[in-house]
């Protein structure tokens, strides 16, 4: 399953510091515009709780948390829709991904160059929206050529078909004219279907990180205003407005924190933020719950493991993303859920609480389940 997300952002935003962070991939840094052709890939473990507790019962010989793929693209400029900066080439990168994470610099720094020389949140995020909406707006161009094309030489069918596809290009194309994103159009189904093989940048969920210095978190940590915070501010304002997320990360303090092995100097190293906890988890959970997905678990004592499947999804696909002859030869799954394993703290009681189910092919899966396959093949 593709749990792929995007990073994008102007130069010198801090994207390219905190996926390194994120996913423990060394990646080339510069202060200054670079273009570098090929993105930076890296996974990133979900941080869950769960999975640490489910070891912590049923001891196994290994644990394997749920991963997201993520991918550092190169920093886009103005002009990046038509090539300036080997601009196409990152764009065609950001068509693969599912989610869109936009790092926007919220930090003042005389040393780290701005490409416009100036923090201005708004006009950065204004910067990379339009450049990303005059992309999809030469998409639209060529989709709807070949559906006018098919109007004069194809069959009936496939003229209606074109039609649709038509009628939706329609409503887009104002919106996309004036910078704005496909998601924000409001499409059915069948509105959707019907340009799919379009695979709309400004379609993909967008997911804001606010990348503040150390003195902005902890004025964000303390309740206080600062030019950090008044930066933040501005992007959640803008976020909302696209009624999308924002999250805050000090991306420095973030890769130097992920340096540290010994548990109890990290904790003391949070702590000097006023950090429970590190504020990727928070970017890595929200980027989890935009794309749609859902934990569950498998436990034994050999292994302890989480997977993911989509929101909705019954447990055949579950079965599937364990192999795929668990779902051609499903039979049942044996389910109970994280609360009911952390309530009574073994199988056994959970069955004598009436706890433990018996679900077939059609059931949804939902967040949190633990289950035992039965195939046949």
């Known amino acids: 399953m593709a749990l792929n997300c995007g990073i994008v952002g102007l130069p010198n935003v801090g994207k390219t510091t905190i996926f390194s962070a994120l996913s423990s991939v060394p990646a080339e840094t510069a202060n200054y515009q670079s273009y570098s052709k090929n993105p930076n890939i890296g996974m990133a473990n979900v941080p869950d709780s769960r999975l640490t507790k489910l070891s912590d019962i049923f001891k196994p010989e290994r644990t394997i948390p749920t991963t ?5 693209i190169a920093g886009l400029v103005r002009g ?38 100036k923090i201005d949140p708004q006009s950065d995020i204004e910067i990379i929206n339009i450049e990303l909406a005059l992309a999809d707006l030469e998409t639209l161009s ?9 109007l004069k030489v194809k069959g009936k069918t496939d003229q209606k078909a074109a039609e649709i596809v038509l009628a939706v290009l329609d409503k887009i194309f104002p919106v996309l004219e004036n910078g704005g994103s496909v998601r924000s159009v409001e499409l059915n189904q069948d509105e959707k279907a019907a340009i799919y093989d379009c ?45 999308s997320q924002a999250v805050v990360i000090c991306g420095k303090f973030e890769a130097e924190l992920i340096s540290i092995e010994d548990l109890e100097e990290k904790q ?12 990727l988890s928070s970017l890595i959970h929200a980027a989890y719950g935009l794309l749609g997905l859902r934990t569950f678990f498998t436990t034994g004592e050999d292994e302890c493991r989480a997977w993911t499947i ?6 055949t696909k579950a079965a599937r993303a364990i192999h795929t002859d668990f779902e051609k030869g499903f039979i049942k799954a044996e389910v109970y859920s994280f609360d ?15 706890k433990y189910r018996i679900e077939g092919k059609e059931y949804i899966v939902q967040d949190g389940d633990v289950m035992f396959f039965k195939f046949n093949v």
């Open 310 to 315: 989509h929101a909705g999804e019954p447990a």
């Open 340 to 354: 009911d394993i952390n309530k009574y703290g073994t199988e056994a009681k959970i069955r004598e609480a009436g």
């Open 142 to 150: 060529k989709r709807r050529e070949r559906a006018e094309h098919f």
């Open 199 to 243: 695979h709309f940048i400004t379609a993909k969920p967008m997911l804001y990180v606010c990348n503040v210095d150390e003195e902005g978190m902890r004025a964000i940590v303390e309740g206080r205003t600062n030019a950090g915070s008044a930066y933040v501010e501005a992007v959640k304002k803008q976020a909302a407005e696209e009624s």
């Open 268 to 279: 003391a190293f949070l702590a000097e933020l006023g950090l429970k906890e590190p504020s």
């Open 68 to 72: 997201v793929e993520f991918i550092d």
């Open 80 to 117: 990046s829709s038509r090539g300036e900066g080997l601009g196409n080439q990152f764009l065609a990168h950001i068509r693969e991904v599912g989610l869109i994470v936009h790092v926007v610099r919220c930090f003042d720094n005389p040393n780290i160059m701005h490409v416009n020389n």
